[in-house]
């Protein structure tokens, strides 16, 4: 019987879509090139490893990308705005709590945007406790952040479910002896929990 429920933050509790705000910050014709240059780029994965700044990982960008120094710029600004709540997937999570379940966050996330979001959402205080890359210096889907959060909080894998929207993710959390769901929508939550005959 599944009696604790880790979930992932972006893209199942929290929106995190970052080409339609580039492509709302940028012209058309370097949307998809200022994009590849910030969010796909080896400084976005140091960053969730808390092993750079925000400010050098964008000074790194920058120097590598120097004809586009002032789109990169203003995509950094204020790129923490698009991390909004999903709101009926947190009324999910407020019931797992009140149905007794245990609830957790294990996530990629950057120093910087994890202060943020933790200060402007009052949804972290729902948590029973949680795991953030930056913290541990280990990235999903190493196994061993998987590990990190089982002995931290004495967790029986066998009676833990992870929610994340990335297969290899989720397959990874498997791999530990977890049981898994692939959130592919947003919406899916609470069809994708009633699964494995948790019904809100």
């Known amino acids: 019987m599944i009696k604790n429920v880790i979930f992932d933050i972006g893209n199942v509790l929290l929106d995190f879509n970052p080409k339609p705000y580039v492509a709302s910050k940028v012209a058309e014709e ?46 950094f600004e204020n790129w923490y705005d698009i991390l909004e709540p999903i709101e009926t997937n947190i009324e999910i999570l407020k019931k797992l709590k009140e149905n007794g379940y245990k609830v957790y966050y294990l996530s990629n996330f950057h120093l910087a945007a ?13 948590f029973d406790g949680g795991i953030v890359s930056y913290k541990e210096k280990l990235l999903k889907p190493e196994k061993e952040i998987y590990e990190k959060i089982i002995n931290t909080y004495d967790l029986s894998p066998e009676e833990t479910v992870f929610v ?21 929508e947003p919406k899916e939550l609470k069809r994708e929990l009633a699964k494995i005959n948790i019904n809100i």
């Open 30 to 75: 370097k949307a998809e090139e200022i994009y590849t240059n910030i969010f796909k780029s080896e400084e976005w994965a140091m960053l969730d490893r808390g092993t750079i700044s925000e400010e050098q990982a964008k000074i790194n960008i920058i120097n590598r990308n120097i004809e586009n120094e002032k789109l990169i710029n203003l995509v």
């Open 164 to 184: 994340d929207d990335m297969k290899e993710n989720v397959e990874a959390s498997i791999r530990v002896g977890l049981k898994g769901i692939i959130l592919k």
């Open 114 to 126: 994890f202060e943020y979001v933790t200060k402007k959402h009052d949804l972290f205080g729902k």
